[in-house]
């Protein structure tokens, strides 16, 4: 019996990752409700997923926070393009749907918003991925996300397949959204994650790895 309690037994180790997942969903729930503090907390809820749910460092409210405060100003102006690319193309799929409903032909311009919509989808979720591991500017973050996630198109596509699922899922079943954008973005990491290591040196990996061992 001792062994299942010690604190290193892989299923308290199971159960204490899935305690923290859900604990920083619920953080980075509530840092999302003031809306445009979305991209500081998308940051910080990929760095702290990393991190700590995947690395096992300990304590997830001070890597949240650290993050965010870290990225905020940065992550608020990346959030704010993205937030007007996004409400540009709600508008413009509404009013194509309304004229392909009507029998116009210009109503078949829906699908390619659409398409528009994946992509831009899929470069914000690797933008803010990018700047919560890496540090740069805003313009080659915005390039350097680009680059990564459209010259490596199958992480590309099961990245906006786990998210649009999640987001899908979340808005079907409301009382788990808890829940549910933790498990995504576990997800997003192992994936995001394999794509980062490409274009990272040997020194790099090492020096990372020898950083998240003195922290935990």
């Known amino acids: 019996m001792a062994g ?8 308290w180790s199971a159960v204490n990752s899935a305690v923290d997942a859900i604990l920083l969903n619920i953080m980075w729930l509530i ?8 991209g500081a907390a998308t940051t910080a809820y990929y760095y702290t997923t990393h991190k700590v749910i995947r ?17 905020f100003k940065q992550a608020t102006k990346t959030w704010l393009i ?14 194509c749907a309304q004229y392909l409903k009507a029998g116009e032909k210009i109503g078949t311009m ?5 398409g528009l ?3 831009a989808l899929i470069w914000f979720v690797f933008v803010f991925a990018y700047m919560a591991r890496f540090e740069d500017t805003m313009k080659t973050t915005l390039k350097n996300a680009a680059v990564m996630a459209f010259t490596n198109p199958v992480s590309a596509l099961l990245v906006l397949a786990i998210t649009a699922v999640a987001l899908y899922a979340s808005w079907l079943f409301i009382p788990f959204v808890w829940f549910i954008p933790a498990v995504a973005m576990v997800f997003l990491n192992l994936v995001i994650e394999k794509v980062f ?5 040997e020194e790099e990996l090492a020096q990372e790895q020898e950083n998240d061992m003195m922290r935990k």
């Not at 299942?4 to 299923?11: A, G, S, Y």
């Open 4 to 11: 299942f309690f010690n604190t290193e037994n892989k299923l």
């Open 31 to 38: 840092s999302c409700v003031p809306i445009i503090t979305i």
């Open 55 to 71: 690395n096992q460092r300990s304590g997830i409210w001070k890597e949240y926070w650290s993050s965010f405060k870290g990225n």
């Open 82 to 95: 993205f937030l007007v690319v996004f409400a540009m193309f709600y508008l413009d799929i509404n009013i």
């Open 110 to 114: 829906v699908y390619l918003f659409y």
């Open 117 to 119: 919509l994946a992509i």
């Open 197 to 201: 290591r490409k274009y990272m040196t």
